[in-house]
């Protein structure tokens, strides 16, 4: 019989780790390449310049750079790992898994290793699934990893989207802990009626590789960055509101905001909304623009090691994308 008073009860960011890649990609380079300009680029998204992975850089490459990084923050020896979820749009491959990739690469024999798919809302579904493993008492710790390379999956002549999106990987180990409130709340969502308004068509089971979708940008992302826009302003204000209720506590008591990193108004609208100023928010998306599933996880490790984030701070975590999916989560650092 399992006693519950052994169970943990809590769970804690233990320590956290982030990987962009060297080569950065200007709105100037990018005025060469569509019909867009650095004005409107930064007027309509907040975005200056984005990260590009090399060619030979993956996926899980990206992600074990984070993963490594965040295991010596934990103290945390890699053989000790109990499980690894990376949260991605873009794995390596079909499969194996990008977790599996990272297992390898990381040396991290004794991890049970898995895929988490939610788009941008990737990393913080995958934070609640390992939560959720650890507090049953049947996994001692887990390498939590938000990886992709959207430039692998951009159409370039696209000026909708292809100023958007950059590539890099963030990571946290989680812990149970008896010291600290660790994740206090979290209020998830999905409505996957909406999927068609931010989706990649092609390369699934649905619509297979063809000479056709290749030749037709099947295999990019297609999204309706309006609509998209307003459910994401409305979903992170909602989430955020209701996780900050659950946790029992007000907007006055949050130290620092991390949004899902893909439009300065976006971030703007919500910082209005919840009612936490600017200056408590923490941004990243003019220097590496939207990455995806890595964007709270980079952000919240940035601001780790320069010193915003200290123990004890309470964080609020808000996402939203494709499926959709939303959530936002309260936890302290
Ligand atoms: C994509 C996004 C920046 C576009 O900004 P917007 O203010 O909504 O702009 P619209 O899509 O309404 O387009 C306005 C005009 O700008 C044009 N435009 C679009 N991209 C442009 C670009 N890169 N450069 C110049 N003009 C551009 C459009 O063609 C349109 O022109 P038209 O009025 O002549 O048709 C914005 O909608 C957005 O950020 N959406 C959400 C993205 C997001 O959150 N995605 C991921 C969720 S996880």
Redesign the pocket.
């Known amino acids: 019989m399992i006693d519950d008073r052994e169970k943990p009860t809590r769970v804690m960011i233990a320590g956290t780790g982030s990987y962009v890649p060297e080569r950065v990609l200007t709105n100037a380079e ?1 005025e060469q390449m ?4 650095d004005d ?2 930064r007027a ?2 907040g975005m200056r310049e984005r990260r590009i992975a090399r060619p030979d850089e993956a996926s899980s490459d990206m992600g074990a750079a984070a993963g490594r990084a965040a295991l010596a923050a934990a103290g945390l020896a890699v053989d000790e790992v109990d499980l690894i979820i990376v949260a991605t749009s873009t794995p390596d491959m079909l499969f194996p898994s990008t977790a599996c990739l990272v297992q390898s690469a990381l040396g991290a024999t004794n991890a049970l290793c898995y895929d988490l798919s939610a ?3 990737g990393f913080l579904y995958a934070l609640e699934t390992a939560r959720a493993m650890l507090q049953s008492g049947l996994y001692q710790n887990a390498l939590v990893i938000g990886s992709d390379k959207m430039s692998a999956v951009t159409d370039w002549s696209d ?6 999106f950059g590539d890099g990987a963030g990571a946290v180990v989680l812990k149970p802990t008896v010291t600290h409130r660790g994740i206090m709340s979290t209020v998830s969502g999905a409505d996957g009626s909406l999927g068609d308004l ?1 989706m990649i068509p092609a390369g699934g089971s649905r619509m297979p590789a063809t000479a056709e979708t290749v030749a037709d940008h099947q295999h990019t992302v297609k ?1 309706a ?5 307003k459910h ?1 302003v409305r979903c992170m204000t909602e989430a955020g509101r209701a996780a900050l209720r659950k946790a029992g506590l007000t907007a006055a008591d949050v130290k620092w905001v991390i949004p ?1 990193q ?2 300065m ?2 971030i703007q609208a919500i910082s209005e909304r919840v009612d936490i100023p600017m200056d408590r928010i923490v941004v990243n998306l003019d220097r590496y623009g ?1 990455t ?1 599933a890595a964007t709270v996880p980079v952000a919240l490790d940035e601001a780790v090691r320069d010193g915003r984030i200290q123990r004890g701070d309470v964080l609020l975590f808000v ?4 499926g959709f999916t939303w959530g936002a989560m309260v936890l302290e650092y």
């Open positions: 990018l569509v019909d867009t300009s409107w680029i309509r998204t788009a941008c809302s000026r909708g989207t292809c100023i958007l931010l999204m960055g309006n609509n998209v826009f994401a899902h893909a439009n108004r976006i939207n995806t996402v939203f994308g494709g």
